[in-house]
């Protein structure tokens, strides 16, 4: 098995938390030869704390050609500001390489069109970080769907809270509509994945303006369609707390997704709602939480709990040594463009809204 040598561009909490550990994991399938990032000192530090030959700082996509040591790389992960995607995303497309990028893809449908057309033109992968569809509970979850335990499928609701006290990028005030284009698209991603919809027709956007941020909202509730499935999902970027759910409602069954603990919980149709239902549903609801905080408790304290980058990480690597890209299914350049559309058009839909407000 040969490793692939891949460089890290950025050195920021997502590479060093996230990116790192599952490439220790797959430490058999790359070969990690430097890191690049416009701070030269974290990219230096955390060079030494993982071994890694080779820092420099860059500040500007071309100067990467620079280093001999980049230029012997085949793959680059890309974990930097969004607004940067785009142009470093091409900049390694053009110098031939093939490359992870964080999400959200690009800025706009344009952008996001035109890597996906030169990636294709020189038969190179590239791979948005559409990570939490490899977590374990949503392999799980996949598997049960599958298996029509569920049911037939009636609905999903989605719920995202997040506590302005959380540690969060300084740069995401200046995306359009903030925080919640940095982390829209792990929703967008996850509704097309099962629903197995090709399009997301918006309903109905409703957005409540904060008072303390110029671009993030105090909440966003938004309502769509997909494969004749309605969806809703509701963001609050206001609250006391951080909490991430997926929740599918079938006809049988209900499933619901923990995303930051990986915990998954499913509850059979508790029928005429009974005091015994009620308890039934009470202790399996408990039993689920508690197991699934002390497995994956332990994982991550052990910095081993991966949310599917490890997964996705492996499929890159399969996507490039084959050359077949089907191992790039849910996290192709064209499912990041798809993601980008739905994105852009509620941007548009928001910012028309308040054009007539």
């Not at 001999?68 to 793959?75: M, R």
């Not at 037939?152 to 200046?174: A, D, F, G, H, M």
């Not at 409703?206 to 509730?221: A, C, D, G, V």
């Not at 509850?267 to 609801?285: C, E, F, W, Y």
Request: proline content about 4%; aromatic content about 10%.
């Amino acid at each position: 098995m040969r490793k692939i040598n891949l460089v890290l561009i950025g050195a920021g909490n997502v590479v060093r938390t996230r990116h790192l550990p599952a490439l220790l994991k797959n430490k058999q399938l790359f070969n990690i030869t430097g890191i690049v990032d416009s701070d030269g000192p974290s990219a230096l530090s955390l060079a030494k704390r993982f071994n890694i030959p080779h820092s420099a700082a860059v500040h500007d996509a071309h100067d990467l050609s620079n280093y001999p040591w980049f230029s012997e790389a085949e793959a680059v992960i890309i974990g930097i500001p969004p607004q940067h995607h785009y142009s470093m995303v091409k900049e390694c497309l053009q110098l031939g390489k093939h490359v992870i990028v964080e999400k959200p893809f690009t800025l706009s449908t344009e952008e996001a069109q035109d890597l996906v057309e030169i990636a294709k033109r020189k038969n190179l992968v590239l791979v948005v970080k559409h990570n939490f569809q490899f977590t374990r509970s949503f392999l799980k979850l996949e598997k049960i769907i599958n298996a029509q335990e569920l049911g037939k499928v009636r609905s999903i609701y989605c719920v995202q809270l997040t506590n302005q006290s959380r540690r969060i990028p300084p740069w995401t005030e200046e995306l359009p509509l903030g925080l919640f284009y940095d982390e829209s698209p792990h929703y967008f991603y996850l509704v097309r994945k099962f629903t197995k919809g090709d399009t997301i027709s918006i309903k109905n956007v409703f957005q409540s303006k904060s008072e303390t941020r110029n671009s993030t909202p105090l909440l966003i509730n938004l309502d769509l369609e997909c494969n004749h499935i309605p969806v809703t999902i509701y963001w609050n970027f206001d609250s006391p707390i951080c909490e991430w759910y997926f929740t599918i409602f079938g006809d049988q069954k209900s499933a619901t997704v923990d995303l930051f603990r990986d915990i998954l919980i499913v509850l059979p149709n508790d029928s005429p709602h009974l005091g015994r239902q009620v308890m039934k549903t009470s202790i399996l609801a408990t039993f689920q939480h508690w197991k699934g905080v002390v497995v994956n408790g332990i994982s991550y304290i052990q910095n081993k709990l991966y949310y599917g980058f490890d997964i996705l990480q492996k499929n890159f690597y399969k996507a490039i040594v084959e050359n077949n890209h089907e191992h790039t299914a849910g996290i192709s350049a064209e499912d990041g463009l798809f993601v980008t559309k739905i994105q852009n058009e509620i941007v548009n839909v928001i910012k028309a809204h308040d054009r007539q407000s």
